[in-house]
């Protein structure tokens, strides 16, 4: 499984970014689908991630700011966030995996990366 994201960038903070994740190959349905970041200086950090049936969980941090979705018809997860804060600067990686609990390890799949950054 290949992972391309996209959509990072520069924003204001209050500002909102859409990330997307396309997923190469034809197993997208049964994956567990997550976002990472890791800031400057800081450990790598769970954001949110989606099972295959479509049960999202969310890092406290970003809880009720952004929202995690899928679309199996076209191999995509989403990242939507909104009331962007300075602290959500780092580079987001897409992570796919069969078994939701090997998101984020190095048993999982894992995307480029994409970088977003959110000035004051």
């Known amino acids: 499984v290949q992972l391309q994201a996209s959509g990072g960038g520069l924003v204001q903070a209050g500002g909102s970014l859409r990330l997307s994740c396309t997923a190469s190959g034809s197993i997208f349905s049964i994956l567990a689908m997550g976002w990472h970041r890791q800031a400057p200086g800081k450990q790598r950090e769970l954001v949110a991630t989606?099972?295959?049936?479509?049960?999202?969980h969310y890092a406290d941090s970003v809880e009720g700011r952004f929202t995690i979705s899928r679309d199996n018809a076209k191999n995509t997860v989403y990242l939507q966030m909104n009331s962007l804060k300075t602290e959500d600067t780092a580079i987001y990686y897409c992570?796919?995996?069969?078994?939701?609990?090997?998101?984020?390890?190095?048993?999982?799949?894992w995307g480029q990366g994409t970088q977003v950054t959110v000035s004051s």
């Open positions: 992570t796919a995996s069969p078994i939701s609990t090997n998101l984020g390890t190095s048993r999982a799949y």
């Open positions: 989606i099972t295959s049936g479509g049960y999202p």
